[in-house]
């Protein structure tokens, strides 16, 4: 890297820190800085969903898999996300914002007491918190990894830059400052992706490369379904994003909270799904035609790195890495925030009863505190492992197939359709998922990628199902819950 490209990497830093200090300003409450208090517009609201959808592991685990088998990676990926958040805006994003326009609610998880019961909300909250945990630690590894192919930076040290100016900017400025990095991100991807872009098809001959270049790839890379990524891989990755990206990923429930208005989360939910189903093939076709220019690599995980190296000039070379940091940044902040707010609404008060009494003050201290502490935890497991060979397989395998048992409850609590199942339904499914997918991945030891992540979704999915049928635990309360949620309050017709 030159100086240039040193340069254009520090000033985003300096960027970074310079919002949490500007968000920090429009932080007075808890409230502030879990949801914004709904003033955050849909339009931001939408960008700020799409971009907490990547990180550093696209570039470095994903590029692999489409230097390897090529168009399969977009479908199995992007398509399913796409699809999945534009079904969602239709079933979740207005009923999320309308949990906190209603009922004051600032944790995605936080509806699930009354909804359920304390003691069901406890196990989503303490397995989704471990789950994130190790997420992000996998996140700081591949950017770590990126950094070190660029700079020659060892992995533990570019843990720590990244985690400390991430640590500054969220405890700061809560969730204004994460979706305005969000917004950031969006425009260094789009610069710097567009760059590589059209590197790309300069490279090899022009725009005619978009369908010339299909022929001269190694078989199969034009396919949409290849190697391990079968269509019921598809189909099972597609019931997962639907899931997962629509607010069981708790983080992006929180842009649906933060917009005004149901209505506006839904605007937001629509837009993301567009920009989810085009914007990722501007990205991938460089990962996709990276085997005609940087052939034979002994590691496909560092083909983005090289196109990079290869074909950018000094200075957009330095935009690029800007962005992989963006991308690992924002999405660690975002889970930072949601966790802080699982661990500050949820889980603390419960644990402790002096958390109960504190002042609006206190509550937003406390707040910063398990913010910041969320980030160093994930930050000292990402040091102390080094990843080596486990990003993608904890991206897929664990993320992807617990998401499924932890999500079913929580999105599926809010349709009126499963009101008679309650707590027994929400426990028992989320159990027998997480224990179907522990005998699938480590006792019987498969290898199938679409029985590993979708058998443990379908099977939480029915129990839920079939336990509320069996044993209905709809309530007058839960009934008038669920009910609150299916229109904004201007809309309801005002009572005698």
């Known amino acids: 890297m030159s100086v240039l490209d040193w340069s254009v990497l520090a000033a985003y830093f300096i960027v970074m820190i310079g919002i949490g200090i500007w968000s920090k300003g429009r932080i007075a409450t808890v409230i502030d800085f879990f949801t914004a208090r709904g003033k955050i517009p849909w339009w931001l609201a939408g960008i700020s969903h799409h971009m907490s959808g990547y990180s550093a592991i696209m570039f470095v685990a994903f590029a692999a898999v489409a230097y390897t088998y090529g168009l399969a990676m977009y479908v199995w990926w992007a398509l399913t996300i796409g699809l999945g958040v534009g079904i969602g805006a239709f079933l979740w994003a207005a009923r999320w914002n309308r949990l906190r326009s209603k009922h004051g609610v600032a944790s995605p998880l936080e509806y699930l007491a009354r909804r359920y019961n304390l003691p069901a909300q406890q196990v989503l909250a303490y397995s989704g918190a471990l789950l994130k945990v190790v997420d992000i630690a996998a996140k700081w590894v591949a950017i770590s990894i990126l950094l070190k192919g660029f700079a020659g930076i060892p992995i533990g040290w570019g843990i720590l830059i990244t985690g400390v100016v991430t640590m500054v900017y969220i405890t700061a400025g809560g969730l204004w400052a994460d979706v305005l990095t969000d917004f950031g991100q969006f425009v260094i991807q789009g610069v710097a992706g567009i760059a590589m872009f059209l590197a790309v098809l300069a490279h090899l001959g022009g725009v005619s490369t978009l369908w010339t270049m299909w022929e001269r790839l190694p078989a199969g890379h034009g396919d949409p379904f ?56 501007i990205l991938f076709i460089p990962m996709f035609a990276a085997p005609l220019i940087v052939p034979g690599l002994a590691n496909p995980e560092e083909a983005y790195v090289r196109l990079a190296q290869t074909l950018l000039p ?3 070379i330095g935009l690029v890495l800007a962005g992989f940091f963006s991308h690992t940044m924002a999405m660690v902040s975002s889970d930072a925030n949601v966790i802080s707010s699982v661990i500050t609404r949820d889980i603390a008060p419960v644990l402790v009863r002096r958390v109960r009494q504190l002042t609006d003050h206190a509550q937003l201290t406390f707040a910063r505190v398990t913010t910041f502490s969320f980030v160093l935890i994930s930050m000292v497991i990402a040091i102390s492992t080094e990843g080596q060979g486990v990003v993608l397989k904890i991206v897929v395998d664990l993320v992807a197939a617990t998401m499924g048992p932890i999500s079913i409850p929580l999105m599926l609590g809010m349709l009126p359709w499963f009101r008679r199942s309650g707590p027994t339904a929400a426990i028992v499914s989320w159990a027998a998922g997480l224990s179907v ?11 199938d990628q679409a029985m590993v992540v979708g058998v443990p979704l379908v099977t939480s999915l029915v129990l839920y199902v079939v336990v509320g049928l069996l044993r209905p635990e709809n309530t007058r309360d839960r009934d008038e819950l669920i009910d609150s949620l299916d229109s904004d ?7 005698a």
Not at 268 to 277: E, F, H, K, Q, R
Not at 438 to 447: G, H, R
């Open 437 to 447: 997918w522990a005998y699938i991945k480590w006792i019987i030891e498969s290898t």
């Open 226 to 281: 290849a190697g391990p990524y079968t269509g019921t891989f598809f189909l099972a990755l597609l019931f997962i994003k639907t899931f997962e990206y629509n607010g069981g990923m708790w983080n992006l429930a929180q842009r649906y909270m933060a917009a005004p208005s149901g209505s506006a989360a839904k605007r937001s939910a629509l837009l993301s799904s567009g920009l989810w189903l085009v914007w990722p093939l």
């Open 489 to 495: 309050p201007a809309e309801q017709p005002a009572r």
């Open 314 to 316: 000094q200075g957009v």
